[in-house]
């Protein structure tokens, strides 16, 4: 059973197009986040969603929208993809309150041509 | 906000060698400090965490140590194998919503 997953696992798409990833986990989390990391393999947070609502938003451009339906899921969609946007787009959740594991999706290796 | 930094980039052993790297942290209001490994191509993955009520925990191999007057903590790990080889990225956390921020990482080459 895979804990977090996320879709799809490659994506390469125009410059100027729009796109969707995809976020499930099972684990009953209630905290669900998106990560970005660069070529450098720097980790950085992009959003953070604690039972549906936006706890964290760090500066990410307004093209990038995330939407959760619901506790288990954390969606992420691009509008007008840019070059600078290519990177591997990590999901992740933990349990809400201090001291807990994030646990990490495959990542969606996103690639602008 | 917070701000972790994170050394050496990368770190180069021979199999059994002990390895250390290093992080600092900007916000004593930082309470949780998880150390996570990633492989080439895969997610990164817990190995070890320590909170800020402890100074040091031990597991197998590894060890992690936290100075939280001088707000840094480090990752040991002894008798390493070429299977350790990986990305290290140690992180910090605070407050109710587990707020990640991660270092840059270190690249760790262990030779056979």
């Known amino acids: 059973d895979t804990a977090v997953s996320q879709t799809p696992k490659y994506l390469v798409t125009q410059m100027g197009n729009d796109k969707s990833i995809k976020c499930e986990q099972n684990?009953?989390?209630?905290?669900m986040y998106w990560y970005k990391q660069d070529s450098k393999k720097f980790l950085k947070i992009m959003f953070s969603?604690?039972?549906?609502?936006?706890?964290i938003n760090e500066t990410v451009p307004n093209r990038f929208s995330p939407k959760s339906p619901d506790k288990a899921h954390l969606n992420l969609h691009i509008n007008s993809l840019e070059l600078g946007d290519s990177a591997v787009y990590f999901c992740?959740?933990?349990?809400?309150?201090?001291?807990?594991?994030?646990?990490f999706g495959q990542g969606t290796r996103l690639t602008v041509v | 906000g917070e701000n972790v930094e994170q050394h050496p980039s990368t770190l180069s052993v021979q199999e059994g060698d002990s390895a250390v790297i290093k992080c600092t942290y900007s916000d004593s209001a930082s309470n949780y400090f998880p150390w996570y490994k990633q492989e080439l191509g895969k997610r990164p993955q817990l190995i070890i965490d320590?909170?800020?009520?402890?100074g040091e925990k031990k597991d197998q191999r590894i060890a992690v140590t936290l100075n939280k007057t001088a707000k840094h903590f480090s990752l040991h790990i002894t008798e390493t194998q070429p299977e350790d080889s990986a990305v290290y990225f140690c992180a910090a956390s605070q407050g109710n919503f587990n707020k990640f921020y991660f270092g840059s990482g270190t690249k760790l080459n262990v030779k056979p």
């Open positions: 684990l009953g989390h209630d905290t």
């Open positions: 992740a959740s933990s349990q809400g309150g201090r001291g807990t594991e994030a646990f």
């Open positions: 320590i909170r800020s009520n402890v």
């Open positions: 969603y604690n039972n549906k609502e936006l706890i």
